[in-house]
């Protein structure tokens, strides 16, 4: 497996092994490195979802999925997939997802996430290669989940400016 990003002519070395995967789900994340921590305290194998993917997963009949916490740094709720007590996804059942057909937006973004301080970049997985082997024009949909979830945080955690500028006075 290759251990670093290349992209060379338009071509990435990633390729996903799907089906072919030893691990087809990416498992527990425990972030980055050892500098980043969430604002919350919320642990990182946490699978938040988007509205639309409540919605895509309670219309497959799975809502049974779907847990409900709440924000500790601005109070506001959200949901996300129901974790077993080892804290790997309820979805992944017998080695598998059951839920591949209509994942979550973090699910289908990886193995892209954005940074605010990196822009694009990758979490390195089984799906690399060492070569360059995939048109990045085929990573658009993963490319395109990782903005979706990148917007969404950046929404759930919008200050009412009204609110910021009467705490400053």
């Known amino acids: 497996m290759g251990r670093e990003l290349r992209i060379i002519d338009g071509r990435i070395n990633f390729a996903c092994k799907k089906e072919r995967c030893e691990k087809c789900c990416c498992g527990q994340f425990s972030g980055t490195g050892g500098n980043i921590s969430s604002v919350d305290g919320r642990p990182f194998n946490e699978i938040v979802l988007t509205e639309e993917d409540c919605d895509r997963i309670r219309s497959n009949g799975r809502s049974d999925l779907i847990e409900e916490g709440t924000f500790t740094a601005n109070g506001k709720n959200y949901h996300k997939i129901a974790l ?11 080695g598998r997802c059951s839920i591949n057909g209509f994942k ?66």
Request: glycine fraction near 6%; charge should be negative.
């Open 84 to 94: 077993n007590q080892s804290g790997s996804c309820k979805a992944f059942i017998n």
């Open 104 to 169: 979550p937006t973090l699910c289908s973004a990886f193995p892209f996430y954005i940074d605010m301080f990196s822009g694009l970049c990758v979490i390195l997985c089984e799906g690399f290669t060492d070569e360059p082997c995939t048109e990045m024009s085929k990573m658009g949909p993963s490319m395109e989940s990782a903005r979706k979830m990148y917007e969404f945080w950046v929404d759930f955690y919008k200050v009412d400016d009204s609110e910021h500028n009467e705490a400053c006075k």
